[in-house]
Antibody, heavy 123, light 106 residues
Framework: QLQLQESGPGLVKPSETLSLTCTVS??????????WGWIRQPPGKGLEWIGS???????YYNPSLKSRVTISVDTSKNQFSLKLSSVTAADTAVYYC???????????????WGQGTLVTVSS | SYELTQLPSVSVSPGQTARITCSGD??????ADWYQQKPGQAPELVIY???ERYPGIPERFSGSTSGNTTTLTISRVLTEDEADYYC?????????FGGGTKLTVL
């Protein structure tokens, strides 16, 4: 059973870059059966998909965030990371890392989630 | 950009059936997943690929899709089912969540 844990600063200044890391335990993430992704949730609001990265290195980003987002993976450390540049107060949210696993039919779904970490953008 | 529309809230009494819908053009070409989120917790996968129940999820939970609408059905609702429910669908480069439905068990 994979377990995910987000880490990073809980407070980021406006215009700076938000950086978070997701550390995975309980198994290797180095597999073509996984996508690794990030989702966020502003306080009191709904979920927003930020982006995903596949085993091949292909990245997929929310079009509304694409110009500011970078997701990378370090399989040797069993970690993947999120960078979001030029943040504003609107980027204040709980950030979740998650893994999409391949089903028997070949499709992927988010079935492993971290507990989430609150990042506040404020000076 | 895709959009998925959910009603903000649904209320049912214990033992009744709750139906939570999610609508959007993207559902005509892509599978949908359903996630349950309780206060202060991370979302959990309930249904994937429209109708497949994730391991460990009670048989009371089921999913179906017709046209551009996907429905999560919870039979014999329990108080512990009270939560926010989100649908998710879309292409690999444009995944989108519905706005969420708060299920209240009165």
């Amino acid at each position: 059973q994979l377990q995910l844990q987000e880490s990073g600063p809980g407070l980021v200044k406006p215009s700076e870059t938000l950086s978070l890391t997701c550390t995975v335990s309980g198994g290797s993430i180095s597999s073509s059966s996984y996508y690794w992704g990030w989702i966020r949730q502003p306080p009191g609001k709904g979920l927003e998909w930020i982006g995903s990265i596949y085993y091949s290195g292909s990245t997929y980003y929310n079009p509304s965030l694409k110009s500011r987002v970078t997701i990378s993976v370090d399989t040797s450390k069993n970690q993947f990371s999120l960078k979001l540049s030029s943040v504003t107060a609107a980027d204040t949210a709980v950030y979740y890392c998650a893994i999409r696993s391949r089903s028997m039919t070949g499709y992927f779904h988010f079935d492993y989630w971290g507990q989430g970490t609150l990042v506040t953008v404020s000076s | 950009s895709y959009e998925l529309t959910q009603l903000p809230s649904v209320s049912v009494s214990p033992g009744q059936t709750a139906r939570i819908t999610c609508s959007g053009d993207v559902l005509g070409e892509n599978y949908a997943d359903w996630y349950q989120q309780k206060p202060g917790q991370a979302p959990e996968l309930v249904i994937y690929e429209d109708s497949e129940r994730y391991p460990g999820i009670p048989e009371r939970f089921s999913g179906s899709t017709s046209g551009n609408t996907t429905t999560l059905t919870i039979s014999r609702v329990l108080t512990e089912d009270e939560a926010d429910y989100y649908c998710l669908s879309g292409d690999e480069d444009n995944r989108v969540f519905g706005g969420g439905t708060k299920l209240t068990v009165l």
